[in-house]
């Protein structure tokens, strides 16, 4: 049975990979984008599956007309992909307000309002998959990025918890953590619309002029991303974060293995704030619950 897609972001990057891919499979797609006229040849390609709509991902009245128009198009949602989002680079003091607003409210709040909305209608179906277009950059921080990492560190956490949420609805959340890929992501001109600080030359500055000087050359391939993520939403196990590229991976263990490496070290502090009488609360039918053990 052929599934309806709602993806944000369809008409650049990773989006317009998955976009492609997706309808070339024969499903259908609520494809989102700021401006659809950029969909227009998908309309002419596939016009009885490609339903485009306009979206501002941080507008909910337009958010709550784009999943209703979608529901009254297909009569379901069957996949949402949370996908648009963008990046600056700047030291953290250097941004605007309205900087750190906008990468917090597209990459971080969106999503997690796009969700509700759709959620709904994943719950009186009692099915459904969220796939959370993360970045490796929510699971390692580097210089440079705070605030888009912020957002998807916080959209990270979301999607964890939201996973153990709705499983007894059969709904399924993964959040992807794509490494760099070959999309037009590092070249937008306004991801380095912010003034240099003096000071940061070692660590902001090493990061803008990876990506400004010709020498990064990202290792993923979106369109491989696209098909990994349509074999995702056939998996009746996914995983509750997928990794995808090599370079994040290598990334993700050399964090994990400096963490845990800082974590044994520490642990004798942390430790020793138990109250006297604390139980180790891991061993416990009540620790248990609270960090969600299965029985």
Same mark, same amino acid.
């Given at each position: 049975?052929?599934?309806?897609?709602?993806?944000?972001?369809?008409? $650049?990057?990773?989006?317009?990979?998955?976009?492609?891919? /997706?309808?070339?499979?024969?499903?259908?797609?609520?494809?989102?984008?700021?401006?659809?006229?950029?969909?227009?040849?998908?309309?002419?390609?596939? +016009?009885? *599956?490609?339903?485009?709509?306009?979206?501002?991902?941080?507008?909910?009245? *337009?958010?709550?007309?784009?999943?209703?128009?979608?529901?009254?198009?297909?009569? $379901?949602?069957?996949?949402?992909?949370?996908?648009?989002?963008?990046?600056?680079?700047?030291?953290?003091?250097?941004?605007?307000?309205?900087? /750190?607003?906008?990468?917090?409210?597209?990459?971080?709040?969106?999503?997690?309002?796009?969700?509700?909305?759709?959620? +709904?209608?994943?719950?009186?179906?009692?099915?459904? $998959?969220?796939? *959370?277009?993360?970045?490796?950059?929510?699971? /390692?921080?580097?210089?440079?990025?705070?605030?888009? *990492?912020?957002?998807?560190?916080?959209?990270?956490?979301?999607?964890?918890?939201?996973?153990?949420?709705?499983? +007894?609805?059969?709904?399924?959340?993964?959040?992807?953590?794509?490494?760099?890929?070959?999309?037009?992501?590092?070249?937008?001109?306004?991801?380095?619309?912010?003034?240099?600080?003096?000071?940061?030359?070692?660590?902001?500055? /090493?990061?803008?002029?990876?990506?400004?000087?010709?020498?990064?050359?990202?290792?993923?391939?979106?369109?491989?991303?696209?098909?990994?993520?349509?074999?995702?939403?056939?998996?009746?196990?996914?995983?509750?974060?997928?990794?995808?590229?090599?370079?994040?991976?290598?990334?993700?263990?050399?964090?994990?293995?400096?963490?845990?490496?800082?974590?044994?070290?520490?642990?004798?502090?942390?430790?020793?704030?138990?109250?006297?009488?604390?139980?180790?609360?891991?061993?416990?039918?009540?620790?248990?619950?609270?960090?969600?053990?299965?029985?």
């Amino acid at each position: 049975m052929s599934k309806v897609w709602f993806i944000t972001g369809s008409s $650049r990057g990773l989006g317009r990979s998955l976009t492609e891919a /997706v309808l070339a499979g024969g499903d259908s797609v609520a494809a989102t984008a700021r401006n659809p006229e950029q969909l227009k040849d998908l309309l002419e390609k596939y +016009p009885e *599956q490609v339903y485009p709509l306009q979206l501002d991902v941080t507008s909910k009245a *337009q958010i709550l007309a784009a999943v209703e128009n979608t529901v009254m198009k297909f009569g $379901r949602i069957d996949v949402l992909v949370n996908n648009a989002g963008f990046g600056i680079i700047g030291a953290t003091e250097a941004y605007t307000d309205e900087q /750190v607003r906008s990468q917090l409210e597209t990459n971080l709040y969106a999503p997690i309002a796009i969700t509700r909305a759709v959620l +709904p209608y994943m719950r009186k179906q009692r099915s459904g $998959r969220i796939l *959370q277009i993360s970045s490796v950059g929510g699971r /390692v921080g580097n210089a440079g990025l705070t605030i888009y *990492q912020a957002a998807k560190f916080g959209l990270g956490g979301f999607s964890e918890a939201l996973a153990k949420e709705v499983a +007894p609805l059969g709904i399924k959340v993964t959040s992807v953590e794509p490494g760099g890929f070959r999309t037009d992501w590092v070249t937008t001109s306004a991801m380095y619309d912010v003034p240099e600080v003096e000071g940061y030359e070692t660590t902001v500055g /090493v990061r803008r002029e990876l990506f400004t000087g010709g020498k990064f050359m990202p290792m993923g391939d979106p369109d491989k991303a696209a098909q990994a993520m349509i074999a995702l939403v056939q998996d009746p196990e996914p995983p509750v974060h997928l990794v995808l590229g090599s370079e994040a991976i290598g990334m993700i263990k050399q964090a994990n293995a400096l963490r845990n490496e800082e974590m044994e070290k520490w642990m004798p502090v942390s430790f020793s704030t138990n109250a006297g009488d604390a139980e180790d609360l891991t061993k416990t039918e009540m620790g248990k619950s609270f960090f969600g053990a299965k029985k």
